[in-house]
């Protein structure tokens, strides 16, 4: 990763703190954009802030742990104030692919519950259209290579994603991934039904309806693009 893209995710991050208010709970997304929101979170604890967070994966868990910011889990919370995670990619109408990390499901899980989601990426992340990056879907096991049949059928190429050992790649919730290759998806929303009627998809990376403000990362600090009706 460059230092320049580095600087967008640290500027989105920071920018990004602006919507917490002391005594919240906060949903905690997964990836590199993400990581840096837990780390400033933590300074912000240090200093006095009163807050929870619930962690979308074990990596950020891990994280907030050795930042020192109190975490909470959806048994104890049903409700979240306000969700801060990354995205790989952002369209203009604020639709997402998420997935990249792994993490889609809880990811979406905790979106789901929040009362505001907002997220934060550098500037390479927003498209004109979704489907440049490989949309994930998370699948089980069992059911893996008939999903992947089924999921070509959509019109992508898809793969089993693998980890470094060569072996499936097994998300936080014991599911594989397929990583779709669609290369330009032209109806997001007629997608995402097709991909759910699926029987073994457990859920895919279209993240649609969910984002209510994108925080865009720049080199002298970041933009933040607001939904419509917002």
Not at 76 to 94: F, K, Q, S
Not at 170 to 182: F, H, I, Q, R, S
Request: a negative charge.
């Amino acid at each position: 990763m460059s230092d320049d893209r580095d600087a967008e995710k640290r500027n989105a991050a920071e920018r990004a703190l602006a919507y917490v208010e002391d005594g919240m709970v906060l949903g905690l997304g997964t990836g590199s954009t993400a990581a840096h929101v837990v780390r400033a979170l933590g300074r912000r604890v240090r200093e006095g802030l009163r807050m929870r967070g619930v962690p979308t994966s074990r990596a950020t868990h891990a994280l907030a742990v050795e930042c020192g910011v109190p975490l909470v889990s959806l048994v104890e919370v049903t409700r979240l104030d306000l969700t801060i995670d990354g995205a790989d990619e952002v369209d203009p109408e604020l639709r997402l692919i998420k997935g990249g990390g792994g993490a889609l499901l809880r990811e979406k899980i905790v979106a789901s519950v929040s009362d505001r989601v907002v997220i934060v990426v550098d500037s390479g992340k927003l498209v004109p259209r979704l489907g440049a990056f490989p949309l994930p879907v998370e699948v089980t096991p069992f059911a893996w290579r008939v999903v992947a049949e089924r999921l070509a059928e959509t019109g992508c190429t898809p793969h089993l994603r693998r980890n470094a050992h060569g072996e499936p790649f097994v998300t936080d919730e014991a599911n594989y991934l397929l990583d779709g290759a669609y290369g330009r998806i032209d109806d997001p929303e007629r997608l995402a039904r097709r991909i759910r009627d699926i029987v073994g998809v457990v859920e895919h990376g279209l993240f649609l309806g969910l984002a209510h403000a994108v925080i865009v990362g720049r080199a002298g600090g970041a933009d933040v693009i607001e939904r419509k009706g917002d």
